[in-house]
Structure formats: C-alpha cells, structure tokens
T-cell receptor, first 111, second 112 residues
Framework: QQPVQSPQAVILREGEDAVINCSSSKALYSVHWYRQKHGEAPVFLMI?????EQKGHEKISASFNEKKQQSSLYLTASQLSYSGTYFC????????????FGQGTELSVKP | NAGVTQTPKFRILKIGQSMTLQCTQDMNHNYMYWYRQDPGMGLKLIYY???????DKGEVPNGYNVSRSTTEDFPLRLELAAPSQTSVYFCASSYDVGRTWDFGNGTRLTVT
C-alpha cells in the first residue's frame, strides 16, 4: 500500500524551513527519501532503518518513528537548489526489497 | 562503474506495436526494479526482481513482462502498446534490502 505524504506542495522563501511527512499503514523496515528535479531521475537523499533514527545530509535531515510507521524530512535554511519533488519510499518487513513510493511533495523555493 | 544504464532514452511507438526497454547494471546488485512515472505523478512499481531467475509483480504490472536471466540485465517488454503506457520508465537497482538504490536516467515512451 502506498505511503501518504503531506503536504502535497509547499512554497518557501530562501532561508525558510520546511517539514515533509510520510506515513504508512504497514510496519516499516526502512524509509528512503529522494529528490527529483523536473525531467531528471530521482536522486537519493538518505535511508533510515531503525526506530527513532535520525540522519542528516547537509541541511537536510530526517527521522523515522518505527512504532508510528512515520518519517519526516526536515529542510532547514532552504536554498534555491532544494526546489523539486520529494518522494518517500517504504519497505515493509514482509516484502523486503519492494520499495513503494508516496505520491510526492512539490517544494518550490523562491528568492 | 557505469551504474544503471537504460536504453533507449526516447521512443515513439504506434498503438499495437511492441518493444523492449533495456536496463543493465554493473554493480553486482541483486535487486532490480522497473517503475513508471506519469506526468506530474509519483513512481509506480511495475515489476521487480530479487535475483537472477526470480521476478515478481509490483503495483501496475498489466501490459508488461520481464525476465532476469543474468544479474546484470533486467529488460521490460511491452506487448501491444497502448496510449495509457505513455510514461517515463525508470530502472533501479540495489545490492540488498535496506541498502541505497541507484536509478537509471529513464526512458521517455510515447504511444500514439
């Protein structure tokens, strides 16, 4: 079953922060985060495996609450280059290796 | 490493024609996947493979076939192309469960 992302779209001014959420109705083994720019392939940001784990990538970090089957992506002090569509992908325990993506969150960073 | 290579990059098909989208990876990855992405939409899993000789259906398998005879290659076959198959197709691979994934650059397919 497809994970649900929120919000569907967000517009930021450069330097502002944003949070993108991803939730699933199934027990999750891992959560992946990708960013895709128009006309390009998705680019890997990070993968989270453990409950409560938090990872960082420059000014982008994420958390994974295994008990709630939720993950959040945090973008701080946004830059113009952060614009794009963000996708979460989830793997479940009984279907390891099968990555199902959410519908995406479109992020626009304005000067 | 070349990573994940998809060919062709673009293709126009007429309704009812068939074609094979090629995907190859040189990273010795066990897991390989095919996704389609319609304009403005997310990625939908078509088929995936956990190793040579093993394939399984994803979310939207109808109208497609796959085979995995080698670790490196995972071709996607479209039989009797329909306009609904107009999309961008991405191939991806991973070494194991919970590991990072690598995506190819995509194949833009138009069926008219």
């Amino acid at each position: 079953q497809q994970p649900v992302q929120s919000p569907q779209a967000v517009i930021l001014r450069e330097g502002e922060d944003a949070v993108i959420n991803c939730s699933s109705s199934k027990a999750l083994y891992s959560v992946h985060w990708y960013r895709q720019k128009h006309g390009e392939a998705p680019v890997f940001l990070m993968i989270l495996l453990k409950g409560g784990e938090q990872k960082g990538h420059e000014k982008i970090s994420a958390s994974f609450n295994e008990k709630k089957q939720q993950s959040s992506l945090y973008l701080t002090a946004s830059q113009l280059s952060y614009s794009g569509t963000y996708f979460c992908g989830t793997e479940t325990y009984n279907q390891g290796g099968k990555l199902i993506f959410g519908q995406g969150t479109e992020l626009s960073v304005k000067p | 490493n070349a990573g994940v290579t998809q060919t062709p990059k673009f293709r126009i098909l007429k309704i009812g024609q068939s074609m094979t989208l090629q995907c190859t990876q040189d990273m010795n990855h066990n897991y390989m996947y095919w996704y389609r992405q319609d304009p403005g939409m997310g990625l939908k899993l078509i088929y995936y493979s956990v190793g040579a000789g093993i394939t399984d259906k994803g979310e939207v398998p109808n109208g497609y076939n796959v085979s995995r005879s080698t670790t490196e290659d995972f071709p996607l076959r479209l039989e009797l192309a329909a306009p609904s198959q107009t999309s961008v197709y991405f191939c991806a691979s991973s070494y194991d469960v919970g590991r990072t994934w690598d995506f190819g650059n995509g194949t833009r397919l138009t069926v008219t």
